[in-house]
Nanobody, 126 residues
């Protein structure tokens, strides 16, 4: 019912900035959670940030706190991830995901998110 499409990835140097976008279409929920995950080669998918759509509460992994900012555009049904002070260890495929307001959900667990985008590559060179 929900389609998510990420964009904005690319190649940047250490210390640079990048802004990712996630466009949602189809069936959405006013109380859903939107999140960003990332997966580097050979590693498990990792929680990056999340936003509760209804109240706007935000959450960040310790590794990105203070550098990344998640935000939303209600009119356009989009969620953004502003990434500043990028490091080589931020290199990964970044995925947008949505968690419905029903069922048993864990904020940072990929298994709690039934809807995913195709991912966008972020590469940070040193």
């Amino acid at each position: 019912q929900v389609q998510l499409v990420e964009s904005g990835g690319g190649l940047v140097q250490t210390g640079g900035s990048l802004r990712l976008s996630c466009a949602a279409s189809g069936r959405t929920f006013a109380s859903c959670t939107m999140a960003w995950f990332r997966q580097a080669p050979g590693k498990e998918r990792e929680f990056v940030s999340a936003l509760h759509w209804r109240g706007g509460s935000t959450y960040y992994a310790d590794s990105v706190k203070g550098r990344f900012t998640i935000s939303r555009d209600n009119a356009e049904n989009k969620v953004y991830l502003q990434m500043n002070s990028l490091k080589p260890e931020d290199t990964a495929v970044y995925y947008c995901a949505q968690q419905p307001p029903y069922g048993t959900n864990v904020l940072g667990a990929p298994s709690s998110y039934p809807y995913w985008g195709q991912g966008t590559q972020v590469t940070v060179s040193s």
